[in-house]
């Protein structure tokens, strides 16, 4: 009787140990998912991190619409904006897909938006070009970016911090 006890106190201790570890990963994987940042607070924090004049800020999906050709379909939230000063190529495009469909989607546009803005500055505007040529379309899971901008390194490691890449 002794044995049957001591076993049982045993297994009752066991579980109560798993449940509990099992419990506070469930919260912490929860919490996780609870405290990502949307790419509006990520595009805010990077403009109080970085200087950015003289932009128009996407401020619905109609603006990914007219420059990229990309609708809500593809998307679940977007973030950043084009430089307005039309010498300037500084253009910063945070998007993070619906799915793997999304992904390939938004990428296609965002490269054919950047080859775009390559062949137009390369004989015009040399410096731009330069500064084009330095950037690029970057994929991270469902996130996508095209980061243009002579602090595209900084813009993009902020980025990354903030959504735990």
Do not use: H, W
């Amino acid at each position: 009787m002794k044995k049957l006890s001591l076993v049982l106190a045993a297994l009752i201790a066991a579980l109560l140990l798993c449940s509990c570890s099992g419990s506070k990963e469930a919260s912490s994987a929860k919490a996780g998912a609870d405290s990502a940042k949307s790419l509006s607070q990520v595009f805010e924090d990077i403009k109080s991190q970085v200087e950015i004049k003289d932009f128009n800020e996407f401020t619905n999906a109609k603006s990914l619409d007219r420059y990229y050709g990309l609708t809500e379909k593809d998307f679940d939230d977007f973030a950043g904006g084009i430089n307005s000063t039309g010498t300037n190529q500084e253009e910063i495009v945070l998007i993070k897909a619906k799915d793997q469909a999304g992904v390939t989607e938004v990428q296609k546009a965002l490269q054919n938006r950047y080859d775009n803005k390559m062949a137009q500055n390369k004989n015009y505007n040399p410096k731009q070009a330069e500064m084009v040529s330095k950037c690029k379309v970057e994929n991270f899971d469902l996130y996508v970016t095209m980061i243009v901008s002579p602090n595209a390194e900084k813009i993009t490691e902020i980025f990354k911090t903030d959504l735990g890449l």
